[in-house]
């Protein structure tokens, strides 16, 4: 019996620990995640018009590293890591959005999307 308790208690403890990603050494702050998250998104919804000769994932992605100054790896890390937090990542998809509809009521008038929710939070893919 006595074997039965510790074993529970070593699986309690176990599952109550912190499983939180730990901060990555070369973590890309917050705002400039944010902006390579709506770069992202723009050149995702050119690439999604399927235009002939268009661009691929691969120039997307080396288009992305180049102009701030990152490497994959370090984007996947600091990605994954903000993910960790849904909430506070959610907002960064706000914030997204809200730069997309300012964006738009520049070229068309109205904004983007209407009503208050963000149609799309999908993080867009970096292979």
Known sequence: MKKIVLLCLVFLTISCQDSAIEKPSDLIEKDKMTAILYDLTLLEAVKSQNIKG???????????????????????????????????????FEEIKEKLDEENKKVTGKPLTTGNDTQNSDTPTVY
């Open 54 to 92: 268009g661009i691929s994932q691969e120039e997307i992605n080396q288009y992305i590293f180049k102009k701030h100054k990152i490497n994959k790896k370090q984007f996947v890390a600091s990605n994954k890591f903000y993910a960790s937090d849904v909430e506070d990542y959610k907002k960064m």
